[in-house]
């Protein structure tokens, strides 16, 4: 048994002590071969671990990834630099691209909702809603439509649509429905540009706004000096007809805004409706700008054509408007004047024989600061408040009427709201005399308008 | 003794009125700065008058004199150098819009929120005209671009 022991420690210990050997060889050689390695590991190890040519290792580890991570930062700056030029570039040619197509088809639109509250009348709402497109199908030539949705009356309608052929500054040539030029108004009748809700009675029952007709026609520009330019615009167009009213039948007078319609006394129904002529004879029209400076414009207007189907008798109109808008004078400046006087004679007619009218308007534009703290300004950057008064006059000789003539004069007070330039919100009051329109009813108006 | 203290109020409230006018003035023209008028490096074309940058803003000049259109850039409606270049070059307020002529459709032009956008729209694009602060352009760099007018401060 003690043999047996013996025998069994003297077989074991030679394996036990090879073994031992081994174990410890391969431990000093990985000690000897990994140091390094493994302080680079471990930088946290304790104090008895550590000697100096390993802090020494480790310095130079922490130098050279300091130096990898400059590297990579330069290198990264480098690189994101020229991505944003690329992408600066990119955007840049994007933006181009789409001013390119935003040149080839355009479509916006504007829009009006008018409530109108007159004495002894019921209270209404009234619209219109007008889609415009435009746009080139080349660099020379351009197109432009305004139409007319229906809204209230049910009835669209093409108020422009034409196309221009470009040629020179001073000469360019215009085919289409036409927007006819007769007075400054029946040009800018956009209600969004306008000051006031209710249109000039002599924008209404002497020129025929909103009046366009099929035609061709030439416009240009002639600048005559540094601050000195003229334009033209003239047109040969289908003209108006003999369908124009003297007297309304029923009592019941139009409103420009669509509130109270019955029959359109003046000229607005000799417009043509977009029909074919009822004579051979065209019309024609024209004006003519004068602008100073670009803050002072006169215009002269003209027109000729006969108006029966079957004799030669015309219609000759003629118009003056003026528009100033001083500039860079203290005070002034925030003031706009505009005026216009209309006046067309019917050859072998007594009623009407002639119509005439005018308006003057003044409007003061202004913001007080306080309303920058408001919601009126807090989010707008240019917002402001205008501040207008108008006085129009209009008259139409007739002999349907025992006094020979049918009048009205009419005084706007109102104030209007824009946040931007192409969204106002106006009211107004009106203070009327007169046979033609309103007759001698005053009145409140407001209205929210947009152009986009 | 009463005429004498009227005769030294007189002249104080004028002298505060003087002073008042004096800084007024001051302010109005440290306020205004120089314009540059820049165009695209590669543009060919001249030293433009005012007028004609005038023209060309108001939509009555619609292409370069070698048939390429031009293209508006502007600044926001509430930048000072905006308000200045529409004063003193298009005689119009900051937020005045031009229609096409003979047209109700409005001038369009890139809105750019900053001088230094303005001058990298500038030099990227042929064709494009554009207005900055000069000092601003003298701190961006004017090598990228062209300046074709110089409107003075007052």
């Known amino acids: ?452 | 003794m009463s005429a004498s203290r009227n005769t030294n109020r007189r002249r104080s409230t004028s002298l505060i009125a003087f002073l008042a006018l004096a800084l007024w003035l001051c302010s109005t023209i440290a306020q205004a700065e120089s314009i540059a008028v820049i165009v695209n490096k590669n543009n060919p074309s001249e030293p433009l008058r005012q007028v004609a940058v005038a023209d060309m803003y108001h939509g009555e000049t619609l292409n370069w004199p070698n048939g390429e259109r031009i293209k508006l850039v502007n600044r926001e409606i509430s930048a000072p150098v905006r308000k200045q270049f529409y004063e003193r070059v298009l005689n119009a307020k900051s937020d005045e819009v031009f229609y096409r002529q003979g047209t109700p459709i409005p001038v369009q032009s890139v809105i750019e929120r900053s001088d230094e956008a303005v001058v990298n729209f500038v030099a990227t694009i042929e064709g494009a005209i554009g207005y900055v602060s000069l000092s601003n352009l003298k701190k961006i760099g004017s090598d990228q671009v062209k300046v074709i007018l110089i409107v003075e401060s007052p």
């Open chain 1, 1 to 452: 048994m003690r043999r047996s022991l013996k025998h069994r420690r003297n077989n074991a210990s030679p394996l036990g002590s090879h073994t031992s050997r081994a174990i410890a060889i391969l431990a000093l050689l990985f000690w000897g071969a990994c140091p390094n390695f493994l302080f680079a590991q471990l930088p946290n190890l304790p104090s008895q671990l550590s000697n100096q040519p390993l802090e020494d290792g480790k310095e130079n580890s922490v130098e050279q990834l300091k130096r990898k991570v400059e590297q990579i930062q330069k290198q990264y700056q480098k690189e994101l630099s020229e991505l944003q030029e690329r992408l600066g570039s990119v955007e840049k040619r994007q933006s181009t691209l789409s001013d390119e197509l935003g040149q080839s088809v355009k479509l916006g639109g504007y829009g009006l909702v008018a409530f109108e509250d007159f004495r002894d009348r019921k209270t209404t709402y009234a619209g219109k809603m007008e889609l415009l497109i435009s746009g080139q199908f080349h660099d020379r030539i351009r197109f432009y439509s305004e139409i007319d949705l229906g809204v209230p009356h049910g009835t669209s309608e093409v108020e422009q649509g034409y196309v221009d052929l470009l040629l020179t500054q001073a000469f360019n040539f215009r085919a289409g429905v036409l927007l006819t030029p007769f007075g400054k108004f029946n040009l800018d009748h956009f209600d969004p540009r306008q000051d006031l809700t209710d249109r000039p009675v002599v924008a209404r029952r002497i020129t025929p706004t909103t009046w366009s007709d099929l035609g061709v026609g030439a416009f240009g520009l002639v600048p005559l000096g540094d601050s000195l330019k003229a334009t033209y615009d003239i047109q040969v167009i289908n003209g108006l007809t003999d369908k124009f009213t003297a007297l309304s039948q029923g009592g019941a007078l139009g409103s420009s805004t669509g509130g109270v319609v019955a029959q359109d006394i003046g000229l607005r129904d000799a417009r043509t409706g977009l029909r074919t002529d009822n004579n051979g004879n065209k019309a024609v029209v024209g004006r003519g700008t004068l602008k100073f400076l670009d803050q002072y414009e006169v215009g002269v207007s003209g027109y000729r054509g006969a108006y029966k189907e079957t004799s030669n008798d015309q219609i000759v109109g003629t118009s003056l408007d003026a528009e100033f808008r001083p500039r860079g004078v203290p005070f002034w400046e925030d003031f706009v004047f505009k005026a216009e006087y209309a006046r067309f004679d019917i050859e072998n007619s007594s009623a009407p024989s002639s119509l005439w009218g005018y308006y003057a308007q003044i409007n003061y534009r202004f913001w007080p600061a306080f309303l920058n703290s408001t919601v009126m300004g807090r989010h707008f950057s240019n917002p402001a408040l205008t501040l207008v008064g108008r006085y129009g006059y209009a008259r139409i000789n007739t002999a349907a009427v025992s006094d020979g003539k049918l009048t009205e004069n009419t005084t706007v007070i109102g104030l209007n709201y824009r946040p931007v330039q192409n969204y106002v919100i106006k009211v107004e009051y009106q203070f009327n005399s007169g046979q033609l329109e309103r007759k001698s009813l005053d009145g409140f108006l407001a209205s929210v308008s947009w152009l986009f």
